[in-house]
């Protein structure tokens, strides 16, 4: 302690630029070393290698850093710049020195070919790592940009060989993490021969996105809101995500899945848990989760009768013809895998108790959006009733944030229109983002990205997280599988199977992205 600027009576400028300069010496002596496995694949061209260097062109990275990819295709060091080179954009704002960035960026792009379940190929990547971190304190992170029938093999042959000797090793994995319970399970039992649940990084990139992380921001630091997040004030919760395009080829893949196993069970029901949880000790990250992990564990199982699946089927509109979900070489023509699903979930705790909170996700819908829609309920002994007419539902107030496209948060008031008369009608009270901060949200892959160097897990998935997830739909899908029950077919380009408004009319609820002045 003596040697301490504190015991010296160091100033606090002098201070500050000591600990600078600590800082400064520990990252010339240390290196960060990126492993994109499955690099050649679409994943790593349109989103890991453009974070990347987003997060370089803003000199979030380490001063040293190098990246490395590697797949089974045989490609040169150059190859794989030119790759990259095609998918990074100076998108984050218009800065003469972009292209340097760029050269200086792939400059540190480096590649390897190999077999995902070769020992020996992954011992040579390591030399190739040691060879550019020249003796340094190396950290290592592997992101697993592959099928999830891969993800042990190369896990296996990360930590025997590759895995960093003197500083730390993470992993980043991609979803699906498993079909069910038991899949999930043996996955992380087999992730967790090789590496501790520490170094285990489950991505959900929804949870990256700027509104998702917002969302406890608006709660917890605003007085106005976190009096009214009970079952006393919230007549439903609504979380929607729809797109406006089909499998368009990826087919093959989401058969396995499913819409309720590929947006549901990860996505939309990682941000109800957040929109849910008690306020947590802490933003630390354990505390963060075990909050997420009591709402999962409160909830009631889901029942058939509260799901309506849905496929999309071809439509002729404005003279284009829309092929369906099965007209798609790479489906089964007999599939009958959901592309839609709306499902009525509730929470049995002395918050929620009560409060019916709806999903529903599907492709092939008339416009693209993901949002979450909070219902407030109506005014007890509503003084302008009459002004409002039967429709009592036009005059509650709505609390809706969307989280893509077009990033806003506006709550919707009641309010007289100006004039002799008392005619009221609806107003948004509105943050749109694009106004307000006129600067580029960054992708979420970003965020995700930064904080995995950083070693931040508050946005990453525990495995606790993962299995009270899976508990809660498991029995569900292997239901709708063993009865084989056919989806609601629907056009290609509408709002979805007409079933999720009677879904919706059962628990006197409406969607809030039909037929009002938001559609």
């Known amino acids: 302690m003596d040697g301490s600027p504190l015991a010296k009576g160091i100033n606090p400028e002098e201070q500050e630029e000591f600990f600078i300069d600590i800082l400064d010496k520990e990252e010339a002596l240390s290196t960060l070393s990126i492993t994109v496995v499955g690099a050649s694949g679409d994943l790593a061209k349109k989103k890991i290698f453009p974070a990347l260097f987003a997060l370089y062109y803003e000199d979030c990275l380490p001063k040293n850093f190098i990246v490395f990819g590697y797949a089974r295709t045989k490609l040169t060091d150059e190859e794989l710049r030119n790759i990259i080179s095609t998918t990074l954009t100076c998108r984050i704002d218009k800065r003469e020195n972009c292209k340097d960035k760029m050269e200086q960026f792939l400059k540190r792009c480096f590649y390897h070919s190999g077999e995902y379940n070769s020992e020996e190929n992954f011992a040579e990547l390591d030399s190739k790592l040691k060879k550019k971190e020249a003796g340094k304190l190396s950290n290592r992170l592997f992101y697993l940009s592959i099928p999830p029938n891969i993800f042990v093999d190369v896990v296996r042959c990360a930590s025997m060989m590759a895995s ?97 196993r590929d947006i549901m069970q990860n996505h939309l029901l990682q941000i109800l848990a957040l929109f849910a949880m008690e306020t947590p000790v802490s933003l630390d990250a354990e505390d963060i989760r075990n909050e997420k992990v009591k709402v999962l564990r409160s909830m009631k199982p889901l029942e058939l009768e509260d799901v309506i699946i849905g496929q999309y089927k071809g439509h002729n509109k404005g003279g284009r013809a829309y092929p369906g979900y099965t007209d798609d070489s790479t489906v089964p023509k007999n599939s009958i895998t959901p592309t839609f699903a709306a499902a009525a979930l509730f929470i049995n705790n002395a918050r929620w108790d009560g409060v019916p909170f709806l999903m529903k996700a599907g492709k092939a819908l008339h416009r693209k959006r993901a949002e979450i829609r909070v219902q407030f309920r109506h005014v007890p002994g509503n003084l302008y009733k009459r002004n409002f007419g039967t429709d009592l539902d036009k005059a509650t107030n709505e609390l809706v944030l969307r989280v893509q ?22 107003s948004d009270l509105n943050l749109l983002y694009r106004a307000r901060y006129p600067t580029e949200i960054p992708d979420a892959y970003e965020r995700l990205l930064l904080d995995a160097i950083a070693g931040e897990r508050r946005l990453f998935i525990r495995s606790d997280e993962l299995d009270a997830a899976w508990s809660l739909f498991t029995p569900l899908l292997k239901e709708l599988e063993a009865k084989k029950i056919s989806p609601e077919l629907y056009p290609y380009g509408s709002r979805g199977p007409v079933g999720a408004h009677y879904l919706a009319a059962k628990y006197n609820v409406r969607w809030g992205d039909v037929g009002g002045e938001d559609d």
């Not at 043996?186 to 990256?208: A, M, N, P, S, V």
């Not at 229109?417 to 008392?422: A, F, S, T």
């Open 164 to 260: 960093s000797a003197n500083g730390w090793t993470r992993v980043i994995v991609e979803k699906p993490f498993g079909r069910d319970s038991e899949s999930s399970a043996e996955l992380t039992r087999c992730l967790k021969k090789y590496l501790t649940e520490d170094q285990i990084f489950r991505i959900d990139h929804y949870l990256g996105k700027e509104l998702v992380e917002n969302l406890s921001v608006l709660r917890f630091s605003n007085l106005i809101f976190e009096p009214l997040w009970s079952r006393n004030y919230i007549r439903n919760v609504q979380f929607i995500f729809s797109e406006d395009f089909g499998t368009e080829g990826r087919g093959g893949y989401f058969d396995n899945y499913g819409i309720i």
């Open 405 to 426: 496209p077009d990033e806003a948060i506006y709550l919707k008031i009641n309010n007289k229109v100006p004039g002799l008369g008392m005619r009221l009608d609806r």
